[in-house]
Each structure stands twice: as structure tokens, then as C-alpha cells.
């Protein structure tokens, strides 16, 4: 591979890049030195773009190995798996399952984690690799424990962290369940978002352990949330910032089907029609969806797309009882709705996110989690005896 150059993407100006950010701190300097990213990354890749859902087409090392070089050392995640294997074609599948996270993402969730000289870890999904060998680096191999479900991306990060001269114990198993034989950890660190944080992760960790995963309600949103366990077995602690991991694979949201609400053909039915003032358009953002996502906690939402940049934002609830439709127009000021069933979605939705504004539309840092572990949990804003709102109904 070419020299680089001060210009050229690689290690020394991804480093620049990320120190300039804040995410790689002095002390993570040595295991980003140590630990280049290219021996982490499979030839074969879908790069991402920063701070978007979306893939490039597969590039193949062997065919285009600047191309490889430059998505390995941009800052952005790379997809490396889709449908859990099923998919290996040149375009994209349909759901990533495993990369390479953006490496700002990495260094500010290894920042997080806070570890010290003999903090015993606990990473759940290995991926690639990359994350333990850093952590191996930095705490020696005897205190790092990686859990990857995929048998095949853990016995190829198994071959890429030995061939670095690395060796965590790597544990092909559901890391949901943690991993009880080497517990108790100081820090536990997932790589893959929950929705809820597994009982087992707080039995596992020591009171005073940090644990550091992404954590996003069904609506959308998703953040990094940093909690530390208490004597009495409670994680509480705040989000740090905005995320958008794949999922844990048993946490993957599956959502009824919209024919299981309604034959769209015939909309609207006999659903409720009026108006609002309320534009679809200004409910969209990640952090808007966060503080909606967490009030109405069995609401999920889906966009039919008009070919002029109009809209229709579809509402539903996880009990498939009910349904709701606002449509967005550019240049209106007032937007159609329609809601049938006996829940009013987009008025829940409404109210969720005229909350949010009163409180001077609070960004992701100023949110906090309390929890025992499994589906039970609180989230508060700005203080834990804070709880944000949720709206219970009888039909969930
Ligand atoms: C974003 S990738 C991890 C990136 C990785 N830390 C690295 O450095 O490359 C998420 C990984 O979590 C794994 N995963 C998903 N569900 C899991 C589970 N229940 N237990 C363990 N691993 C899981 C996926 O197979 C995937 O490899």
C-alpha cells in the first residue's frame, strides 16, 4: 500500500481527524497506533457515510485496493455482513448485520467506558475485532472477554486479533445473556443497541461497573448510554450522543405489517380526518424521534415517499390497534390527518412532542436512564428524579 501522505487518507490523518473531534483521547493514542483498523477490516465491504443509514455498493480489496484503503481510514462505518450472511452480492442487502463502527463512534464509546490498569471487560459483539484488540492493547488480553453470535465473523475476528498478536476470550454465544463463567466485569461495552438493557449485563458487572451501550425505543432515536451499577443492583446514568447501531439480533424490531392494520387501498376508511398546524416535517429529526419514541413506547412509524418531496407518515402501535396518517406538503401550513382505531396516534405523537418543545427541545445529553435490567425502565431528563412522561393506554 502507498505511503501516506499528509493528505491521503490513512492511520496518521484519521488519528488528526479524530483527535481534532475530541473522540480519541491521549490515552486511546497508543491503541490507535498500535491497532490499524486495515487489519480489522474483511476484503470485502460495503462502506457507510457518517452519520447516515445508507451503503455504497460492495468494494472488493483484491479488485480496488485504494478504494479499500481510503473507505478503511475514512470516518465512517463500514458494513461487513448483511442478513446475517445470507446476502455476499455487489449491491446491498437488505439489513446490515455486522461492520466496522465509525470510528469516532469507537474512541468516544472506549472514552466512555473509563477504564483503568486491570479493568476487566466485557464486549458484546466482536464484529470485525477491531474494538477488543483495542481494549486487548490497552488492558492486556487476560482482562478482555468478546462475544460474537455470528460462529463465522467470530472465528475470522478470532484469526484477525491472533495474526495482531492478540488473544481475549472470544465466546461464540448470545450476548444478551453476558457471559457469566468470567464475571464479575468492571466494564461492560456493546456494540449492537438494546432497547432494553439485559438483566444479565448489571448481575454480571461489579456495583461501581460502567456500562456503555446504545439504547433507542421502538419510535427511533438512539443514543450512547453511559450507566454505572449501584450497590443495590441499579444501572442509572446519561446518554453521551446520538447513535444508530444495527441491533442486538434478538432486540431486532419486528413490526406487524401495515395490511395487518389496513387494506392502504382503501384509505381513508372510516378513520377520523382533520388537520394540524403540527408539520410531519418537524417530527423527523433523530433526537425529536428519541423524546417521542420514549413516551410512546409501543409507537412505530413508516414514510410512503410522493415523487414531488411530499409524504405520507404512516403511525401505528405495536398492538396493531390502531392507525393514523399525517401528509406532508412542501410549502403548506396546514397537514391532513386521519386516525382511525381506539388510540388517536397522531395526537399521542402530538403531545409527545409539544413535551419535548416545552422543555426547550432537549438534545440527547440531557436524558438519563434508570434501570433494574430486562423491559423495566425509566428515562429522566436532566435528573433521575425527573422521569420523562410516558403514556400508559390499557392496550398495550
Ligand atoms: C456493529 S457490529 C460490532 C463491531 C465490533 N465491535 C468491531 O469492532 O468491529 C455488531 C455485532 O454484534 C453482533 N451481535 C448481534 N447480536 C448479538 C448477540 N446477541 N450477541 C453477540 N453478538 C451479537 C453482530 O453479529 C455484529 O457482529
Known amino acids: 500500500m502507498a505511503a501516506e501522505t499528509t493528505t491521503e487518507a490513512g492511520p496518521g490523518t484519521l488519528a488528526r481527524e479524530l483527535a481534532t473531534q475530541g473522540a480519541l483521547t491521549s490515552d486511546w493514542v497508543p491503541a490507535f497506533e498500535a491497532v490499524p483498523r486495515d487489519r480489522f477490516v474483511p476484503d470485502s465491504i460495503w462502506p457507510g457515510r457518517a452519520g447516515m443509514n445508507r451503503q455504497d455498493d460492495r468494494i472488493l480489496r483484491t479488485e480496488s485496493p485504494e478504494l479499500w484503503w481510503r473507505a478503511v481510514y475514512t470516518n465512517a462505518p463500514i458494513t461487513t455482513q448483511w442478513d446475517d450472511g445470507a446476502y455476499d452480492g455487489p449491491g446491498r442487502g437488505r439489513t446490515p448485520s455486522s461492520s466496522s463502527s465509525m470510528p469516532t463512534m469507537v474512541f468516544s464509546m472506549l472514552d466512555a467506558l473509563s477504564v483503568e490498569p486491570g479493568s476487566r471487560v466485557l464486549e458484546i459483539g466482536t464484529g470485525t475485532g477491531w474494538n ?60 449492537a443497541s438494546v432497547g432494553a438493557i439485559p438483566s444479565q449485563w448489571i448481575g454480571q458487572g461489579r456495583p461501581g461497573a460502567v456500562i ?84 410512546v413506547p409501543d409507537l412505530f412509524c413508516r414514510v410512503d415517499w410522493g415523487n414531488d418531496g411530499s409524504y405520507r407518515l404512516w403511525l401505528f402501535d405495536t398492538g396493531i390497534t390502531s392507525w393514523a396518517t399525517a401528509d406532508y406538503v412542501e410549502g403548506r401550513s396546514e397537514f391532513e390527518v386521519a386516525q382511525a382505531g381506539p388510540r388517536k396516534l397522531w395526537d399521542e405523537l402530538e403531545g409527545a412532542y409539544w413535551w419535548w418543545y416545552q422543555q426547550e427541545r432537549p438534545g440527547f445529553e440531557r436524558f438519563g436512564l434508570t434501570t433494574r435490567g430486562g423491559p423495566t425502565h425509566e428515562v429522566w431528563l436532566d435528573d433521575p428524579a425527573s422521569p420523562v412522561p410516558v403514556m400508559r393506554n390499557n392496550q398495550q
Open 212 to 295: 456503555v451501550t446504545p439504547w433507542g425505543p421502538v419510535y427511533g432515536g438512539e443514543a450512547v448510554a453511559r450507566l454505572v451499577i449501584d450497590e443495590g443492583g441499579v444501572a442509572r446514568g446519561r446518554f453521551i450522543g446520538s447513535s444508530a447501531f444495527m441491533r442486538l439480533r434478538q432486540q431486532r424490531k419486528r413490526l406487524p405489517r401495515t395490511s395487518e392494520f389496513l387494506d392502504t387501498s382503501k384509505w381513508p376508511l372510516d378513520a377520523h380526518r382533520t388537520t394540524t398546524t403540527l408539520s410531519p416535517d418537524a417530527v423527523g429529526d433523530w433526537i425529536c424521534m428519541f423524546a417521542i419514541g420514549v413516551q
Open 132 to 191: 477488543a484488540a483495542l481494549l486487548c492493547h490497552r488492558l492486556g488480553d487476560q482482562n478482555v472477554v468478546t462475544v460474537e453470535l455470528d460462529a463465522t465473523l467470530a472465528a475470522e475476528a478470532r484469526g484477525r486479533l491472533s495474526a495482531a498478536g492478540f488473544a481475549p476470550e472470544i465466546v461464540v454465544g448470545d450476548g444478551a445473556v453476558g457471559y457469566g463463567k468470567q464475571s464479575p466485569y468492571d466494564r461492560i461495552i456493546a456494540t
